[in-house]
């Protein structure tokens, strides 16, 4: 199934099973495009702080949840810690 029809069949209560699975695919398909961000935004040097903003949580959220999972190649900005 193409994105727009799993999106579709994901709204649409007439096939629950079908819609459950199109909502179980949505899933994964957003996850995956969170971390997308989440490494862009820190290679354009956006700090955890403000990623966290974007999304609506707390930094020690996303931290926790994609500190371990992003490209270990992307210099990730630290707090100054004084």
């Known amino acids: 199934m193409e994105q727009p029809e799993v999106a579709v ?3 649409d209560t007439s ?4 819609g459950l699975r199109a ?3 949505l899933r994964v398909l957003v996850e995956s495009y969170e971390l997308r961000q989440v490494e862009a935004a820190l290679r ?3 700090s955890w702080q403000e990623i966290a903003d974007a999304l609506g949580v707390t930094r020690q959220a996303v931290h ?4 371990r999972r992003i490209d270990p190649t992307i210099a990730v900005p630290r707090r100054n810690r004084t």
């Not at 096939?15 to 079908?18: G, K, Q, R, S």
């Not at 926790?64 to 500190?67: H, S, V």
């Open 44 to 46: 354009t040097g956006m």
């Open 64 to 67: 926790k949840k994609y500190a």
């Open 23 to 25: 909502v179980s695919s």
């Open 15 to 18: 096939d629950p099973l079908t």
């Open 9 to 11: 069949a994901a709204g």
